[in-house]
Protein backbone atom coordinates (compact mmCIF):
# COMPACT_ATOMS: atom_id res chain seq x y z
CA UNK A 1 0.00 0.00 0.00
CA UNK A 2 1.93 3.27 -1.05
CA UNK A 3 -0.74 5.42 0.79
CA UNK A 4 -3.43 5.01 3.15
CA UNK A 5 -6.21 7.38 2.86
CA UNK A 6 -6.32 8.02 6.48
CA UNK A 7 -2.69 9.73 6.00
CA UNK A 8 -3.91 11.80 3.64
CA UNK A 9 -6.56 12.92 5.76
CA UNK A 10 -9.52 11.91 4.14
CA UNK A 11 -12.84 9.93 5.62
CA UNK A 12 -14.70 7.05 3.77
CA UNK A 13 -18.31 7.93 3.17
CA UNK A 14 -20.01 5.33 6.18
CA UNK A 15 -20.15 8.45 8.84
CA UNK A 16 -21.34 10.64 6.45
CA UNK A 17 -24.21 8.27 4.98
CA UNK A 18 -25.37 7.34 8.47
CA UNK A 19 -26.18 11.44 9.14
CA UNK A 20 -27.32 12.13 5.51
CA UNK A 21 -29.81 9.27 6.91
CA UNK A 22 -30.63 10.59 9.61
CA UNK A 23 -30.88 14.19 8.89
CA UNK A 24 -32.70 14.09 5.86
CA UNK A 25 -29.52 15.39 3.43
CA UNK A 26 -27.58 14.77 0.85
CA UNK A 27 -23.53 14.48 0.90
CA UNK A 28 -22.74 16.92 -2.41
CA UNK A 29 -20.25 15.03 -4.87
CA UNK A 30 -18.73 17.19 -6.90
CA UNK A 31 -16.47 16.04 -9.94
CA UNK A 32 -12.77 17.95 -10.11
CA UNK A 33 -10.02 18.22 -13.31
CA UNK A 34 -8.35 21.33 -11.91
CA UNK A 35 -7.09 23.90 -9.06
CA UNK A 36 -9.65 26.33 -9.50
CA UNK A 37 -12.28 23.59 -8.98
CA UNK A 38 -11.43 22.06 -6.30
CA UNK A 39 -10.70 25.64 -4.47
CA UNK A 40 -14.52 26.39 -5.02
CA UNK A 41 -15.36 23.67 -3.83
CA UNK A 42 -13.53 23.12 -0.86
CA UNK A 43 -14.00 26.62 0.10
CA UNK A 44 -17.74 26.43 -0.21
CA UNK A 45 -18.36 23.26 1.17
CA UNK A 46 -15.69 24.54 4.65
CA UNK A 47 -17.65 28.11 4.38
CA UNK A 48 -21.25 26.16 4.80
CA UNK A 49 -19.54 23.48 7.22
CA UNK A 50 -21.32 20.72 4.49
CA UNK A 51 -19.47 17.17 3.83
CA UNK A 52 -18.16 16.81 0.81
CA UNK A 53 -17.19 14.08 -1.43
CA UNK A 54 -14.50 15.09 -4.37
CA UNK A 55 -14.50 12.87 -7.20
CA UNK A 56 -12.59 12.00 -10.23
CA UNK A 57 -13.67 10.58 -13.17
CA UNK A 58 -12.30 8.74 -16.14
CA UNK A 59 -12.24 11.65 -18.07
CA UNK A 60 -10.11 13.45 -14.82
CA UNK A 61 -7.95 10.97 -14.83
CA UNK A 62 -6.97 11.07 -18.49
CA UNK A 63 -6.74 15.16 -18.21
CA UNK A 64 -5.05 15.84 -15.91
CA UNK A 65 -3.24 12.21 -14.20
CA UNK A 66 -4.35 9.78 -11.69
CA UNK A 67 -1.27 10.85 -9.29
CA UNK A 68 -1.96 14.65 -9.95
CA UNK A 69 -5.53 14.57 -9.07
CA UNK A 70 -4.90 12.34 -5.73
CA UNK A 71 -2.25 14.87 -4.44
CA UNK A 72 -4.59 17.87 -5.27
CA UNK A 73 -7.19 16.39 -2.90
CA UNK A 74 -4.56 15.76 -0.21
CA UNK A 75 -3.54 19.58 -0.69
CA UNK A 76 -7.34 20.30 -0.14
CA UNK A 77 -7.87 18.58 3.31
CA UNK A 78 -4.33 21.10 4.33
CA UNK A 79 -6.20 23.71 2.56
CA UNK A 80 -9.37 23.38 4.11
CA UNK A 81 -7.66 22.70 7.62
CA UNK A 82 -5.47 26.26 7.09
CA UNK A 83 -8.56 28.18 5.88
CA UNK A 84 -10.91 26.83 8.97
CA UNK A 85 -8.53 28.16 11.61
CA UNK A 86 -7.96 31.29 9.93
CA UNK A 87 -11.53 31.98 9.68
CA UNK A 88 -12.53 30.61 13.08
CA UNK A 89 -14.50 27.38 11.78
CA UNK A 90 -14.24 23.81 12.55
CA UNK A 91 -12.91 21.29 10.18
CA UNK A 92 -15.22 19.04 7.37
CA UNK A 93 -15.09 15.38 6.28
CA UNK A 94 -13.60 15.00 2.88
CA UNK A 95 -14.00 12.10 0.85
CA UNK A 96 -11.42 11.55 -1.93
CA UNK A 97 -14.02 8.94 -4.15
CA UNK A 98 -13.38 7.18 -7.64
CA UNK A 99 -16.28 8.13 -9.76
CA UNK A 100 -17.67 5.40 -12.35
CA UNK A 101 -14.63 3.07 -12.10
CA UNK A 102 -14.70 0.20 -14.61
CA UNK A 103 -12.42 -2.78 -13.48
CA UNK A 104 -11.42 -4.52 -10.70
CA UNK A 105 -7.74 -3.23 -11.56
CA UNK A 106 -8.40 0.32 -11.43
CA UNK A 107 -10.30 0.67 -8.09
CA UNK A 108 -7.43 -1.70 -6.57
CA UNK A 109 -4.72 0.98 -8.09
CA UNK A 110 -6.86 3.91 -6.42
CA UNK A 111 -7.29 2.40 -3.05
CA UNK A 112 -3.37 1.93 -3.00
CA UNK A 113 -2.98 5.81 -3.65
CA UNK A 114 -5.03 6.84 -1.21
CA UNK A 115 -8.76 6.57 -2.56
CA UNK A 116 -10.91 6.32 0.62
CA UNK A 117 -14.21 5.48 -1.47
CA UNK A 118 -14.55 3.68 -4.85
CA UNK A 119 -17.63 3.46 -7.34
CA UNK A 120 -17.78 0.52 -9.58
CA UNK A 121 -19.68 0.90 -12.20
CA UNK A 122 -21.10 -2.69 -13.72
CA UNK A 123 -24.41 -1.31 -14.34
CA UNK A 124 -23.78 -1.67 -18.49
CA UNK A 125 -23.32 -5.70 -17.26
CA UNK A 126 -25.35 -8.53 -16.64
CA UNK A 127 -27.15 -8.84 -13.66
CA UNK A 128 -25.06 -11.99 -12.31
CA UNK A 129 -21.72 -10.55 -13.57
CA UNK A 130 -22.32 -6.88 -11.84
CA UNK A 131 -22.65 -8.72 -8.85
CA UNK A 132 -19.48 -10.94 -9.48
CA UNK A 133 -16.96 -7.65 -9.74
CA UNK A 134 -18.89 -5.64 -7.60
CA UNK A 135 -18.41 -8.31 -4.93
CA UNK A 136 -14.51 -8.57 -5.92
CA UNK A 137 -14.36 -4.79 -5.32
CA UNK A 138 -16.11 -4.90 -1.97
CA UNK A 139 -13.89 -7.82 -0.48
CA UNK A 140 -10.64 -5.83 -1.62
CA UNK A 141 -11.82 -2.06 -0.66
CA UNK A 142 -13.52 -3.40 2.68
CA UNK A 143 -10.02 -4.95 3.72
CA UNK A 144 -8.45 -1.40 3.59
CA UNK A 145 -12.01 -0.13 5.40
CA UNK A 146 -12.55 2.02 2.01
CA UNK A 147 -16.13 2.33 1.18
CA UNK A 148 -18.20 1.37 -2.04
CA UNK A 149 -20.73 2.64 -4.47
CA UNK A 150 -22.33 -0.52 -6.82
CA UNK A 151 -24.62 0.86 -9.21
CA UNK A 152 -28.01 -1.28 -10.91
CA UNK A 153 -30.39 0.13 -13.74
CA UNK A 154 -28.78 2.12 -16.66
CA UNK A 155 -29.08 6.42 -16.97
CA UNK A 156 -29.97 7.53 -20.57
CA UNK A 157 -27.39 9.56 -22.53
CA UNK A 158 -23.00 9.08 -22.43
CA UNK A 159 -21.55 7.68 -19.31
CA UNK A 160 -17.69 8.07 -20.53
CA UNK A 161 -18.02 5.25 -23.42
CA UNK A 162 -20.99 3.72 -22.54
CA UNK A 163 -24.24 5.07 -24.48
CA UNK A 164 -27.76 4.24 -23.68
CA UNK A 165 -30.58 5.67 -25.49
CA UNK A 166 -33.01 5.69 -23.01
CA UNK A 167 -33.42 4.49 -19.19
CA UNK A 168 -33.15 1.33 -17.62
CA UNK A 169 -34.71 1.68 -14.26
CA UNK A 170 -33.67 0.21 -11.53
CA UNK A 171 -35.66 -2.70 -10.74
CA UNK A 172 -36.93 -2.23 -7.08
CA UNK A 173 -37.22 -6.00 -6.57
CA UNK A 174 -33.28 -6.67 -7.08
CA UNK A 175 -32.14 -4.19 -4.61
CA UNK A 176 -32.00 -6.43 -1.90
CA UNK A 177 -30.41 -9.16 -3.67
CA UNK A 178 -27.46 -7.52 -4.93
CA UNK A 179 -26.65 -4.96 -1.74
CA UNK A 180 -26.91 -8.42 -0.01
CA UNK A 181 -24.46 -10.21 -2.27
CA UNK A 182 -22.52 -7.15 -2.84
CA UNK A 183 -22.04 -6.24 0.44
CA UNK A 184 -21.89 -2.87 -0.50
CA UNK A 185 -21.99 0.57 1.00
CA UNK A 186 -24.50 2.54 -1.48
CA UNK A 187 -26.20 1.68 -4.30
CA UNK A 188 -26.98 4.42 -7.18
CA UNK A 189 -30.11 3.84 -9.10
CA UNK A 190 -31.26 4.82 -12.28
CA UNK A 191 -34.84 6.85 -11.63
CA UNK A 192 -34.82 9.07 -14.91
CA UNK A 193 -31.93 11.34 -14.08
CA UNK A 194 -29.22 11.17 -16.90
CA UNK A 195 -25.53 12.65 -17.21
CA UNK A 196 -24.48 15.81 -18.96
CA UNK A 197 -26.61 19.15 -19.99
CA UNK A 198 -29.01 17.79 -22.17
CA UNK A 199 -31.65 15.69 -19.78
CA UNK A 200 -34.90 17.18 -20.88
CA UNK A 201 -36.02 19.86 -23.59
CA UNK A 202 -37.60 22.47 -22.56
CA UNK A 203 -41.24 22.40 -21.62
CA UNK A 204 -41.09 19.01 -21.85
CA UNK A 205 -42.19 17.87 -18.16
CA UNK A 206 -38.80 16.95 -16.34
CA UNK A 207 -40.10 14.55 -13.64
CA UNK A 208 -37.90 12.12 -12.17
CA UNK A 209 -39.21 8.54 -10.47
CA UNK A 210 -39.48 9.55 -6.61
CA UNK A 211 -42.04 6.00 -6.81
CA UNK A 212 -39.31 3.82 -7.97
CA UNK A 213 -37.06 5.57 -4.95
CA UNK A 214 -39.66 5.69 -2.76
CA UNK A 215 -40.10 1.23 -3.06
CA UNK A 216 -36.39 0.97 -2.43
CA UNK A 217 -36.25 2.79 0.12
CA UNK A 218 -39.31 0.73 1.36
CA UNK A 219 -37.01 -2.42 0.79
CA UNK A 220 -34.00 -1.14 1.88
CA UNK A 221 -34.50 0.54 5.15
CA UNK A 222 -31.80 3.56 6.21
CA UNK A 223 -29.56 2.04 3.45
CA UNK A 224 -27.63 4.91 1.31
CA UNK A 225 -28.91 5.45 -2.49
CA UNK A 226 -26.89 7.53 -4.64
CA UNK A 227 -28.44 9.90 -7.82
CA UNK A 228 -26.08 10.59 -10.55
CA UNK A 229 -26.84 12.76 -13.03
CA UNK A 230 -28.05 15.08 -10.91
CA UNK A 231 -27.29 18.48 -12.43
CA UNK A 232 -30.35 21.20 -12.68
CA UNK A 233 -29.06 22.95 -16.04
CA UNK A 234 -29.56 26.45 -14.27
CA UNK A 235 -31.73 28.48 -16.83
CA UNK A 236 -30.18 31.87 -15.86
CA UNK A 237 -26.45 30.20 -16.22
CA UNK A 238 -27.86 28.70 -19.92
CA UNK A 239 -28.93 32.31 -20.70
CA UNK A 240 -25.61 34.05 -19.64
CA UNK A 241 -24.13 31.35 -21.84
CA UNK A 242 -26.11 32.07 -24.93
CA UNK A 243 -25.90 35.66 -24.36
CA UNK A 244 -21.88 36.01 -24.80
CA UNK A 245 -21.68 34.04 -28.01
CA UNK A 246 -22.76 30.86 -26.61
CA UNK A 247 -25.16 27.99 -28.65
CA UNK A 248 -26.90 25.41 -25.83
CA UNK A 249 -30.19 25.45 -27.47
CA UNK A 250 -33.66 24.08 -25.63
CA UNK A 251 -32.04 22.57 -22.60
CA UNK A 252 -33.26 21.90 -19.03
CA UNK A 253 -32.13 19.45 -16.10
CA UNK A 254 -33.65 17.76 -12.93
CA UNK A 255 -35.64 20.46 -11.18
CA UNK A 256 -34.11 21.23 -7.94
CA UNK A 257 -37.22 20.49 -5.79
CA UNK A 258 -37.46 16.93 -6.92
CA UNK A 259 -33.26 16.65 -6.00
CA UNK A 260 -34.52 18.45 -2.63
CA UNK A 261 -37.44 15.57 -1.91
CA UNK A 262 -34.93 12.84 -2.78
CA UNK A 263 -32.48 14.18 0.02
CA UNK A 264 -34.72 14.09 2.71
CA UNK A 265 -35.65 10.28 1.76
CA UNK A 266 -33.12 7.68 1.34
CA UNK A 267 -30.74 9.80 -1.15
CA UNK A 268 -27.34 10.35 0.65
CA UNK A 269 -24.90 11.23 -2.57
CA UNK A 270 -26.11 13.94 -5.28
CA UNK A 271 -23.55 13.74 -7.99
CA UNK A 272 -23.11 17.25 -9.48
CA UNK A 273 -20.97 18.22 -12.32
CA UNK A 274 -22.62 19.55 -15.37
CA UNK A 275 -23.98 22.65 -13.47
CA UNK A 276 -20.50 23.36 -12.27
CA UNK A 277 -18.87 23.55 -16.28
CA UNK A 278 -21.71 25.40 -17.03
CA UNK A 279 -21.32 28.01 -14.25
CA UNK A 280 -17.71 28.39 -15.06
CA UNK A 281 -18.18 29.01 -18.87
CA UNK A 282 -20.88 31.29 -18.25
CA UNK A 283 -18.27 33.17 -16.26
CA UNK A 284 -15.44 32.83 -18.72
CA UNK A 285 -17.81 34.08 -21.45
CA UNK A 286 -18.80 37.10 -19.83
CA UNK A 287 -15.51 38.07 -18.96
CA UNK A 288 -14.00 37.67 -22.55
CA UNK A 289 -16.99 39.45 -24.20
CA UNK A 290 -16.49 42.64 -21.48
CA UNK A 291 -12.71 42.32 -21.31
CA UNK A 292 -11.55 41.94 -24.83
CA UNK A 293 -8.15 43.09 -24.27
CA UNK A 294 -7.93 40.89 -21.40
CA UNK A 295 -5.16 37.49 -21.21
CA UNK A 296 -4.00 36.81 -17.67
CA UNK A 297 -5.60 33.05 -17.02
CA UNK A 298 -5.91 34.19 -13.61
CA UNK A 299 -8.63 36.95 -14.51
CA UNK A 300 -10.96 34.84 -15.87
CA UNK A 301 -10.36 31.66 -13.87
CA UNK A 302 -10.84 33.92 -10.86
CA UNK A 303 -14.07 34.97 -11.60
CA UNK A 304 -15.24 31.75 -13.00
CA UNK A 305 -13.94 29.95 -9.75
CA UNK A 306 -15.82 32.69 -7.37
CA UNK A 307 -18.97 31.36 -9.26
CA UNK A 308 -18.40 27.85 -9.02
CA UNK A 309 -18.40 28.65 -5.01
CA UNK A 310 -21.79 30.78 -4.91
CA UNK A 311 -23.35 28.20 -7.21
CA UNK A 312 -21.95 25.15 -4.93
CA UNK A 313 -22.70 27.30 -1.63
CA UNK A 314 -26.52 27.63 -2.67
CA UNK A 315 -26.72 23.76 -3.79
CA UNK A 316 -25.81 23.26 -0.47
CA UNK A 317 -27.73 25.12 1.47
CA UNK A 318 -30.91 24.74 -0.86
CA UNK A 319 -30.85 21.52 -2.79
CA UNK A 320 -28.94 19.12 -0.87
CA UNK A 321 -29.77 20.44 3.03
CA UNK A 322 -26.18 19.08 3.72
CA UNK A 323 -24.58 22.92 4.89
CA UNK A 324 -24.30 23.12 8.61
CA UNK A 325 -24.37 19.11 9.09
CA UNK A 326 -20.33 18.68 9.03
CA UNK A 327 -19.71 19.43 12.87
CA UNK A 328 -22.06 16.06 13.66
CA UNK A 329 -20.20 13.88 11.38
CA UNK A 330 -16.60 14.99 12.93
CA UNK A 331 -18.33 14.62 15.90
CA UNK A 332 -19.23 10.71 15.41
CA UNK A 333 -17.54 7.83 16.84
O1 LIG B 1 -20.01 10.76 -14.92
C1 LIG B 1 -19.85 11.79 -15.56
C2 LIG B 1 -19.11 12.95 -15.05
O2 LIG B 1 -19.78 14.13 -15.36
C3 LIG B 1 -17.69 12.97 -15.51
O3 LIG B 1 -17.56 13.28 -16.85
O4 LIG B 1 -15.75 11.71 -17.72
O5 LIG B 1 -16.30 13.91 -18.87
O6 LIG B 1 -15.13 13.88 -16.67
P1 LIG B 1 -16.11 13.18 -17.59
P1 LIG C 1 -24.30 15.66 -14.19
O1 LIG C 1 -23.80 15.53 -15.59
O2 LIG C 1 -25.80 15.73 -14.15
O3 LIG C 1 -23.69 16.79 -13.46
O4 LIG C 1 -23.91 14.30 -13.40
C1 LIG C 1 -22.62 14.08 -12.90
C2 LIG C 1 -22.39 12.69 -12.43
O5 LIG C 1 -23.29 11.89 -12.25
C3 LIG C 1 -21.01 12.29 -12.18
O6 LIG C 1 -20.89 10.93 -11.84
ZN1 LIG D 1 -22.25 9.63 -12.81
Known amino acids: MAMSYKELGFVNTRKMFDK ?26 LETQSPVILQVSKG ?37 HLDHG ?47 EGE ?5 GIEDDVKAEKH ?22 SIGTSHGAYKFKKGQK ?31 IVAVINKYGGKMEDTAGIPEAQLREAARSAVCK ?4 SDGRLAMTAKIREVFANKPGEFDPRKYLGPARDALKELFMRKNRDVLGSAGHAPEIIAAK
Not at 71 to 86: N, S
Not at 128 to 139: F, G, S
Request: hydrophobic share 40%; proline share 5%; aromatic share 8%.
Open 206 to 236: AEIRLDILHEIEKRLPRFPIVLHGSSSVPPE
Open 60 to 96: ARDYADQTLLQYMGKGAVEMMKRMAEKKGLGPIPITL
Open 152 to 156: LGVLA
Open 20 to 45: AVDGGFAVPAYNFNNMEQIQAIVTAC
Open 270 to 273: INID
Open 168 to 189: TYTRPEEVQDFVKKTGVDSLAI
Open 102 to 148: DTYELCVSCVETGFSSIMIDGSSLKYEENVALTRKVVEYCHKFDVTV
